[in-house]
């Protein structure tokens, strides 16, 4: 297999200069001081697909012969890469079919129909990625299309390596310098591998830590393998970066290179994405939010106070109806959302006391789902509380040990969970 060198990353630079314009790199004041680092982000939600995906997408198809442009391509995709593959084919002129999965945001869809024009055409089918790109496969295989993998292919990969070559230069102009750690999220590993491909030649010496979402990290299954493996079940919450299987190409640079790789809780990453939108005007989509999120793990990775840290932002294609599961998540996630089954006496008066006498001053219900059984002394109520600050939750389980009420936490793995976040 040839994986990519940084004289092909040189050369995928100079086949997307002029076609796409260097996205920005700024130090972010908030995360400086939240984390003691001195800290960049580099704007790939700020490409016009809002996403890096585009730089691979469009050095693989730009490259092409004339015959295999003639023939078209084909792509299977979450919504990110098919943008990528969108927009590069109407810059190129070369006609594409997109595979996209049913639960692709309504948002990634039509992105995926405004960039490509009426020379992409959108199919949608499947319950899941496996499924488009079982679809797309056969479409390839039957028609003669050039597949244009989201990771895995060293041109992806070299088209992906460019945000590296950009952000250090752009970092020398701003008179910082190199790095000392470059925080990349990770899903298949393209973006990570081309970026190790630069620096591996560059600047050795840059500390990369590849954040992967803890519910899809399929990266840090493959190291531990000693090859790609496919995870049994994924969390799919982090929709652009969860990969069930890492790509042949991809897992060979990363373990030769070695990053240290880092599990981003979900909540955390909803946790950042909040943060993102109201102190910094950023839109993120979960996997946009994922390399800011890890800023948190740096201290394990050894960092001296004051390193200069450059995380990439990719990922800006977030649905608004998203938000409220992505403040429930932050919510549970910081220790300020719980759920309880409680067994109320069928007697009246019993809601009161449970609210004079359990629930703390600053304690809110958000949630009271109550079902009376006639037949029964006592029924059950599923209900949420809100807390003022995750240390009343300690009180708030005494208040509940100490009265006659018979009440059941519901932890975050219950499947009963999953009904009310």
Not at 73 to 101: D, E, I
Not at 386 to 400: F, N, Q, T
Request: negative net charge; proline residues 6%.
């Amino acid at each position: 297999m040839h994986l990519p060198t940084a004289a092909d990353v040189d050369a995928a630079a100079d086949r997307l200069a002029g076609v796409l314009t260097p996205t920005p790199l700024h130090r972010s004041e908030r995360l400086s001081a939240a984390t003691g680092y001195d800290v960049w982000l580099k704007r790939e939600d700020l490409q016009p697909v809002r996403s890096y995906k585009v730089r691979g997408a469009y050095h693989l198809i730009s490259g092409l012969s004339e015959e295999e442009k003639a023939r078209g391509v084909t792509c299977a995709s979450a919504g990110n890469h098919a943008q990528g593959v969108a927009l590069a084919c109407a810059r190129a002129g070369v006609r594409a079919r997109v595979h996209l999965p049913r639960t692709t945001p309504r948002q990634k869809r039509e992105r995926v129909a405004v960039l490509g024009g009426d020379l992409v055409e959108v199919v949608i089918g499947g319950d899941t990625y496996d499924d488009a790109a079982a679809a797309n496969a056969a479409f390839a295989e039957r028609t003669g299309a050039t597949n244009v993998p989201a990771f895995d292919d060293p041109r992806i990969v070299a088209g992906q390596g460019t945000v590296a070559t950009e952000l250090l230069a752009q970092l020398a102009e701003a008179g910082v310098g190199t790095p000392d750690a470059l925080v990349v999220p990770v899903g298949g590993g393209g973006l990570v591998a081309g970026c190790l491909t630069v620096l591996a030649a560059r600047a050795p010496e840059v500390l990369v830590a590849a954040a992967e979402p803890a519910g899809a990290a399929s990266m840090a299954a493959a190291i531990e393998a000693g090859a790609p493996v496919e995870l049994a079940s994924v969390d799919g919450f982090v929709d652009g970066a969860a990969v069930r299987r890492v790509g042949d190409a991809t897992y060979a640079v990363v373990a030769a290179h070695a990053p240290r790789l880092l599990a981003v809780p979900e909540g955390a990453v909803c946790v950042e994405m909040l943060d993102l939108y109201s102190s910094d005007g950023i839109i993120a989509e979960p996997a946009g939010a994922l390399a800011t999120a890890a800023l948190a793990q740096l201290d394990e990775l050894g960092l001296e106070p004051g390193a200069t840290v450059v995380a990439i932002v990719s990922g800006g294609n977030n649905d608004v109806s998203r938000y409220a599961e992505v403040v429930e998540r932050a919510l549970v996630h910081e220790g300020l959302k719980h759920y309880f089954l409680v067994e109320f006496p069928q007697e009246p008066g019993a809601l009161r006391r449970f609210l004079d006498e359990v629930l703390g001053p600053d304690d809110d219900i958000t949630l009271f789902e109550y079902t009376k059984r006639n037949n029964r002394e006592t029924g059950p109520a599923l209900v949420g509380v809100e807390l003022g600050a995750a240390g009343d939750l300690a009180p708030l389980l005494a208040r509940m040990d100490a009265s006659p009420l018979v009440v059941t936490p519901v932890p975050p793995d219950s499947p009963l969970f999953r009904f009310v976040t």
